[in-house]
Structures are given as C-alpha cells and as structure tokens.
C-alpha cells in the first residue's frame, strides 16, 4: 500500500498572534479531573483537555500520513500511581494530495487525553498538585501546521474525606467510552482482497449486537498504511 508524500507548511507558534491565519492559538490546554477532590485511597481520572479551534485538528499516537503524535507525560505526587494514557479513538481524515489517497487520525473540537489514577491511602496533605507535559501538533484544513510543540499544564487539587464529579467528569466519562479497544494478539487476521484489507477472526472482548462498522486502527505507523 502506498503512502501520499506531504508538503507541509510548519509555522512557528509565536507567529500566530500577528500572523494572517488570525490571533487565536489553535489549540488550548487545561488540566482537569472527573471528581472535585482527592480523595485518600481512591481512584479518579486526571485528564489534559484539548479546546481545538475551528478548521484545525490534533493527531492520535499513530498520526497517519500526517502530522504528530500527540504525546502526554504526567507528573504526580510522591505515592500516587496511574496507568497508561488513554486516548479516546480518533476520527478519520481522509483526503487526496498529488492525486494519492492519505489517511490521517485526528481530533477536533474538544477531546480529552485521560489518565487513571490512584491516591494513596496515608496521604495527610491537605492538596495534591499534578501537572502535565505534552508534545503535539496541529495541522490546518488545507495543510498548514505549526511547528512540534509543546505545553506544560498544571492543576492543583483539595484533599478530602469525599468527592463530587467536576464539571469535566461528563466529557472525561465519554471520551474513557469511546477510547479504542486494544485487540489481543492474535484474535485477528488480515487479508488483502484485491484493493480490500479483510479482517476476520473472534473478538469476544467487544460484545457486539447487530451489524456495527468500525475501523481497525494500527497504534503503530510502520505496522499498516491505510
């Protein structure tokens, strides 16, 4: 399968403020949780939420055919444990450059990048301070990026004996739903079928009803070109 060669034009970050593509950054880091406090013993989510402008997009662990990943490291207190970062499934940009076809794996609007984690059960301070690094690019409709990036976030929580959800608990919840499923090794074969990749095998994880369509989606770029 072939891959589209890009030419992308990279515009340094701090341009964008007097630059002719408008004042707004494209995209606008927070660190949030789903609950309102920390509690001892407990586990809760931490996420980096991304508000992405209008015509402009981010990309997933493995971009596509464009772009970078979106990489986030965390920072926790000392006795505090998290998982892996999830990253909710991204969409498809599908689009034609020099008459070939290229696939990329993006986000607009907003979206979340979520870790889980776990407060120990003898944390005595009164607050918990987390913070975030992350790498990432944004590309414009029409091919224009900014350069490799990145951008430190920070959040500081109340410790308490009891927590509400936030007022980012609702969209931390929806983008831990929609976060792509990891296929055991093995449970599926490809195929190609003239110009199709057929996949078939036994995926008892999902639990699907009825006729679904979905996409398979290699976390790895040099595994499969779409």
Not at 42 to 52: G, K, N, S, Y
Not at 131 to 159: F, H, I, N, R, Y
Not at 195 to 223: F, N, Q
Request: glycine fraction near 10%.
């Amino acid at each position: 399968l072939l891959s589209a060669a890009i030419l992308i034009l990279s515009v340094p970050l701090g341009l964008w403020a007097q630059g002719p593509f408008g004042g707004a950054k494209p995209i606008t880091f927070k660190l949030v949780a789903d609950r309102s406090a920390v509690v001892p013993g407990e586990t809760f989510h931490l996420a980096v939420r991304l508000d992405i402008q209008p015509k402009w997009h981010s990309y997933w662990v493995n971009p596509g055919d464009a772009g970078l990943p979106t990489v986030v490291e965390w920072t926790l207190p000392e006795g505090f444990t998290a998982g892996e970062t999830i990253y909710p499934a991204p969409h498809l940009l599908v689009d034609t450059v020099n008459g070939a076809r290229s696939v990329s794996h993006t986000y607009e609007g907003r979206t979340y990048h979520v870790v889980r984690v776990t407060a120990p059960p003898d944390f005595g301070e009164s607050s918990a301070g987390f913070s975030a690094k992350v790498d990432w690019q944004a590309c414009q409709d029409g091919g224009v990026c900014t350069m490799p990036s990145k951008a430190e976030v920070s959040l500081e929580m109340p410790v308490a004996a009891a927590a509400s959800g936030s007022a980012d608990a609702q969209g931390i919840s929806a983008a831990l739903a929609n976060s792509a499923v990891e296929l055991p090794r093995g449970s599926v074969t490809l195929a190609l079928e003239g110009e199709t990749i057929v996949a078939s095998g036994s995926i008892p994880e999902l639990s699907l009803s009825g006729e679904r369509k979905g996409h398979l989606l290699p976390a790895d770029g040099s595994i499969l070109d779409a």
